[in-house]
């Protein structure tokens, strides 16, 4: 009876367990409690997949994202305030903390009120711009809803990233029109590796404040491309931080709404899709890796014994294998991981600098993993090497795995022997006969006594 009633606890517990590789508590920060019906379908979407929602307002004294000095939550949500701060609990330093403590958030923005300064100040962290104009929106007149937002535009209808972009198409694929009801827009900074777009606005988009004048051209700050929707920043812990900029495309009525395009076409959203695909590369349920059994050894004909696996010493001049199991985490399994066709895995064996940087091509597959593996002669150089692969990409959690290992120089023993190396051949001849004339020297010198002389005896 109690195995039974053990298994049936396994079972409960597996299935409410979060499709989240790092963890099923969420925190949704949200300003007016009223607000919380209008994305219902939101978190009963999220909570069918297994995480744990808890809702606090940024003014609560309960609301605290460490407990003990570590996370005591996986995940953040925050919907934007209304007032000018998020209270005095997730200040930029508590989030940024949370950041640093593998923490991931999705921030949201709205283009009905002005972003507050800490917002601002927080997003400068993560390198994401907003506009001087704080109350501006993203405007396109070739873009937009034309039942929703016939006069101002600024409901924009957008295809799915995925759609567009090959570099992303594994987490956003899909097809359909997405509506971006008053995105606050968002600008990149430098050309850091941590931050990506995922939804750019259109070429004919740019930004101004609908309650003002109809600006001059050289007034607009940014237009096309150079405006973002959505962006992103994975930190070099992997914990990942998401800039969504219109908090309504999450709300239900545009879950599923009919649209229509200036050209007459009409539509239903796919904001929901989108919704689902958005949360879970932010919150690890997609583009997650693993690194499983990493093995080295030297090259043999047949099977590695256990105790040959993965040696501390090299000898120079030695043929070495070296391979590395990667899996790929998708919603609820680990599957094996596919290099897109413009990239490959490399290996680095190296000292200060890498003497070998070579491609590690796919050899095996499991039901969970793909096992990727090269051979290569170690240089004719002793020391401590690394085996070092380094996989960073976009999207993609990092893989940084490193291995140390020491390279000697041929023992005594071990040197070929003179007489097999035919090129020494002349200098061994020369040798034996310098033997050879020697001894000859020394019988001919003790076998050729000089003859002694005849005189006569004298009385």
């Known amino acids: 009876m109690r195995w039974c009633l053990a298994l049936l606890l396994c079972c409960f517990l597996a299935a409410v367990n979060a499709l989240s590789s790092s963890g099923s508590r969420l925190l949704v920060v949200l300003d007016d409690s009223t607000e919380k019906s209008s994305f219902s379908t939101l978190w009963s979407d999220l909570e069918?997949?297994?995480?744990?929602?808890?809702?606090?307002?940024?003014?609560?004294?309960?609301?605290?994202?460490?407990?003990?000095?570590?996370?005591?939550?996986?995940?953040?949500?925050?919907?934007?305030?209304?007032?000018?701060?998020?209270?005095?609990?997730?200040?930029?330093?508590?989030i940024?903390?949370?950041?640093?403590?593998?923490?991931?958030?999705?921030l949201a923005l709205s283009g009905k009120s002005a972003t507050s300064s800490a917002v601002s100040s927080l997003l400068l962290e993560a390198d994401v711009h907003l506009s001087s104009d704080r109350s501006a929106v993203v405007i396109d007149h070739f873009n937009y809803d034309t039942i929703s937002a016939a006069e101002k535009h600024d409901v924009l209808l957008l295809q799915r990233p995925g759609s567009l972009r090959p570099?992303?198409?594994?987490?956003?694929?899909?097809?359909?029109?997405?509506?971006?009801?008053?995105?606050?827009?968002?600008?990149?900074?430098?050309?850091?590796?941590?931050?990506?777009?995922?939804?750019?606005?259109?070429?004919?988009?740019?930004?101004?404040?609908?309650?003002?004048?109809?600006?001059?051209?050289?007034?607009?700050?940014?237009?096309?491309?150079?405006?973002n929707i959505v962006?992103?920043?994975?930190?070099?812990?992997?914990?990942?931080?998401?800039?969504?900029?219109?908090?309504?495309?999450?709300?239900?009525?545009?879950?599923?709404?009919?649209?229509?395009?200036?050209?007459?076409?009409?539509?239903?959203?796919?904001?929901?899709?989108?919704?689902?695909?958005?949360?879970?590369?932010?919150?690890?349920?997609?583009?997650?890796?693993?690194?499983?059994?990493?093995?080295?050894?030297?090259?043999?004909?047949?099977?590695?014994?256990?105790?040959?696996?993965?040696?501390?010493i090299y000898r120079i001049k030695n043929e070495t294998f070296f391979s590395i199991e990667i899996s790929e985490y998708s919603y609820d399994k680990w599957v094996p991981f596919e290099?897109?066709?413009?990239?490959?895995?490399?290996?680095?064996?190296?000292?200060?600098?890498?003497?070998?940087?070579?491609?590690?091509?796919?050899?095996s597959r499991t039901e969970t993993s793909t096992v990727y593996s090269t051979k290569f002669v170690t240089p004719d150089q002793h020391g401590i090497f690394s085996?070092?692969?380094?996989?960073?990409?976009?999207?993609?959690?990092?893989?940084?795995?490193?291995?140390?290992?020491?390279?000697?120089?041929?023992?005594?023993?071990?040197?070929?022997r003179s007489w097999a190396i035919s090129a020494g051949w002349v200098w061994i001849a020369g040798l034996w006969s310098v033997i050879g004339g020697f001894l000859a020297f020394v019988v001919v010198w003790l076998y050729s006594a000089p003859v002694a002389d005849k005189t006569k005896k004298t009385q």
């Open 96 to 106: 940024l903390d949370f950041l640093n403590k593998d923490g991931n958030i999705l």
């Open 48 to 94: 069918g997949r297994g995480y744990d929602v808890s809702f606090e307002s940024p003014k609560s004294d309960k609301l605290s994202l460490f407990e003990h000095g570590e996370r005591a939550y996986d995940h953040l949500l925050v919907l934007p305030p209304k007032s000018k701060g998020l209270g005095p609990n997730l200040t930029p330093k508590h």
């Open 339 to 363: 290099l897109p066709a413009d990239d490959e895995l490399q290996l680095e064996f190296t000292m200060l600098s890498p003497f070998h940087r070579l491609a590690l091509e796919p050899t």
């Open 231 to 312: 962006s992103t920043m994975q930190a070099r812990n992997s914990a990942r931080f998401t800039v969504l900029g219109s908090v309504e495309a999450l709300e239900d009525k545009w879950f599923s709404a009919s649209v229509k395009t200036p050209n007459g076409q009409k539509t239903t959203t796919v904001n929901r899709e989108f919704a689902k695909q958005l949360t879970a590369w932010t919150f690890k349920e997609t583009g997650v890796l693993k690194v499983g059994e990493i093995k080295h050894h030297l090259v043999t004909d047949g099977e590695v014994a256990l105790e040959d696996l993965n040696p501390k």
């Open 167 to 227: 570099d992303i198409k594994a987490f956003f694929d899909g097809e359909g029109v997405l509506a971006l009801p008053r995105v606050a827009p968002q600008t990149l900074g430098g050309e850091s590796a941590l931050v990506a777009p995922i939804l750019r606005a259109p070429n004919t988009a740019y930004a101004y404040n609908p309650k003002e004048e109809i600006p001059a051209a050289e007034d607009i700050e940014a237009t096309g491309s150079q405006l």
């Open 387 to 416: 085996f070092r692969v380094n996989y960073k990409r976009p999207f993609l959690t990092s893989v940084e795995e490193k291995h140390e290992v020491t390279v000697r120089h041929f023992a005594h023993d071990e040197y070929a």
